[in-house]
Nanobody, 126 residues
Framework: QVQLVESGGGLVQAGGSLRLSCAAS????????MGWFRQAPGKEREFVTA????????YYADSVKGRFTASRDNAKNTVLLQMNSLKPEDTAVYYC???????????????????WGQGTQVTVSS
């Protein structure tokens, strides 16, 4: 069991940058693969990025590839999402998620994650 708290959201202009943080409780952070998802009003929650337990492997949705970078610091129980070249369509509530199950889904699937943060709002103005 792990508790997740996101921070770093805010309002930025198109082309700007934000860095989101996800702080995890407990002493077994490195046991979890981590993901970021986002949900805009009226839309389904969608995959943004995922990072392996060691941080050596990352996956990105096509919509953010080349602009977003995920990283983690297991010593600090923290995962980061650096977002550059932000676009208005990036506007959404961003959620941090953690999982350690062996369900047969890719890391981009919602069903792969067991724990979720409360979300942080990212708004990109045009």
């Amino acid at each position: 069991q792990v508790q997740l708290v996101e921070s770093g959201g805010g309002l930025v202009q198109a082309g700007g940058s934000l860095r989101l943080s996800c702080a995890a409780s407990g002493r077994t952070f490195s046991s979890y693969y981590m993901g970021w998802f986002r949900q805009a009003p009226g839309k389904e929650r969608e995959f943004v990025t995922a990072i392996s337990r060691t941080g050596t492997t990352t996956y990105y949705a096509d919509s953010v590839k080349g602009r977003f970078t995920a990283s983690r610091d297991n010593a600090k129980n923290t995962v980061l999402l650096q977002m550059n070249s932000l676009k208005p369509e990036d506007t959404a509530v961003y959620y941090c998620a953690a999982g350690d199950n062996t369900l047969g889904f890719p890391l981009s699937a919602l069903g792969k994650y067991d724990y979720w943060g409360q979300g942080t709002q990212v708004t990109v103005s045009s």
